[in-house]
């Protein structure tokens, strides 16, 4: 215990003594709080996952949009610069294409045992169950196939 003489005036009530205590106890928590939150690793990670996923998602349905309007352009662009018996005889080949397919396809669904032809539909069923993540998974993959292309002919 320290003796103070009664007159001395520098030391500070007891009351602002609290209130100073309670101050740098809520800063140190601040601190500690802070310091935490820069070594959640596994937080940081996700979040960065998440905004990784978010732009790339934006890219694909950007680069999607750009590959479909090139498309279209250049079907157009053969529409128009064909002549016209070129363009009757392409629709009569498609027709025969689309004719042989649907023959194949009925051999093929006469002809495949029950037992490959379930497997085959729990496959699809599980295909149609995860649409999404396989579009997006698609898309992810396709993005990162015209990145890595792009990189490569820099």
Sequence with gaps: MSHQPRGDESAPPPEELRKMA???REKL???VDALAAKTDVKAQTMEKAADLRTHAVAKAAAIT?????TAEHAAQLAKDKSPDPVVDKAAHAAAQLRGTAARAGQ???E???DLVADKVGQGAAAARAYRTP???GAAALGVLLLVRRSRRHR
């Design 111 to 113: 002809r495949t045992p």
């Design 65 to 69: 949009g750009q590959l479909r309007e």
């Design 29 to 31: 928590g601040q601190t």
């Design 107 to 109: 051999l093929a669904t």
């Design 134 to 136: 396989l579009l997006l």
């Design 22 to 24: 309670a101050h740098t």
